[in-house]
């Protein structure tokens, strides 16, 4: 791995990843001056500069992030989590030489952004094509629940395999501490798309994978809560994308669910309909799901996306 692979979120310099404090050599900085980032005992470390805050805890709150903990290891979202793995496994081994390309022999670096609690991240974590994974999200909660989830070895984080290093990292989406050209590949699962910070921080022919609720997904939950329901449209990003990236491949994907009380109460906790939905409705809907649980479908849609060569 490169030791300019991350970038200070104050000066931009390059950060340096140690075991107790990160630190930039300040080269950047009109003054000169070296910034710490301290690494928690956990295991994580907060880039999320105060002046890239929105508000005091942005990002998915503990509740929520517990929710979904329950939620998705409870299997309910394997059929999604199974395909994205299959896919990058796919993209990995097919086009090697694309990878990297001017850096033949060096690490493949990934980015799983909005990557919340890890569900998916440790499972991308799996494969064995990459050396580096970073899982970031905005939401200190959700990464401190992903550095939990990894194993300590010799001072890095490390996958069950004992070779990809993971790197959870509290940072804004919008402001990524990476350098440019820096990613083989970044996964977005239900995040925000933004095409410039992305497009900057990939290689070119880089990967962007991307995962959105399709449409008539978790149809009987949503005609349920809501008065008027407004369906999913997933490809509506796809031309905020078109000047930086080439979509290759569109997969989907779906699971069909039966949903207790308790198992209703965490998907509402975790998504949208949280704080969408008027409170007598959800009440209402979960009275029910003790009588019966809530069979419904949820339904996905994975874009596999590849960055220009500018």
Not at 136 to 157: E, G, M, Q, R, Y
Not at 275 to 287: F, G, I, M, N, V
Request: hydrophobic share 45%; charged share 20%; glycine share 4%.
């Amino acid at each position: 791995m490169s030791v300019s692979l991350f970038t200070c979120p104050i000066c931009q310099s390059p950060l340096l990843p140690a075991v107790t404090n990160w630190h930039c050599d300040g080269s950047l900085n009109p003054k000169n001056i070296s910034h710490g980032f301290d690494v928690a005992r956990q295991g994580y470390v907060n880039l999320l500069p105060v002046q890239q805050k929105k508000s005091k805890q942005p990002g998915d709150s503990l509740e929520s992030i517990a929710a979904r903990q329950r939620f998705l290891q409870a299997g309910y979202y394997q059929p999604l989590q199974t395909l994205i793995s299959q896919q990058l496994d796919q993209l990995l081994s097919t086009k090697p030489a694309q990878i990297n390309s001017e850096q033949a022999k060096s690490s493949i670096n990934w980015l799983d952004i909005g990557c919340g609690e890890g569900y998916y991240t440790q499972a991308i974590a799996q494969i064995k094509r990459f050396d580096t994974l970073i899982a970031a999200d905005i939401s200190k909660p959700a990464v401190l629940a992903v550095a939990k989830a990894s194993k300590l070895t010799k001072n890095l984080w490390l996958n069950a395999n004992n070779k990809t290093v993971i790197y959870p990292l509290v940072t804004s989406a919008a402001h990524l501490p990476l350098s440019a050209n820096s990613m083989a590949g970044i996964s977005s699962i239900f995040s925000p798309i933004l095409p410039d910070a992305f497009a900057s921080v990939l290689e070119d022919k880089g990967y962007l994978v991307i995962a959105k609720p399709d449409v008539g997904h978790l149809a009987e939950v949503r005609a349920a809560l809501f008065a008027e329901v407004r369906e999913h449209n997933s490809d509506k990003f796809l031309t905020e994308l078109e000047p930086f990236f080439e979509l290759i491949e569109t997969r989907q994907v779906r699971a069909e669910l039966s949903l207790s009380s308790a198992a209703l109460a965490d998907l509402l906790t975790m998504t949208p309909y949280a704080y969408r939905a008027q409170p007598e409705k959800r009440q209402a809907l979960l009275a029910m799901a003790k009588e019966h649980p809530l069979v419904t479908t949820a339904k996905f849609v994975l874009y596999v996306l590849q960055k220009k060569a500018l």
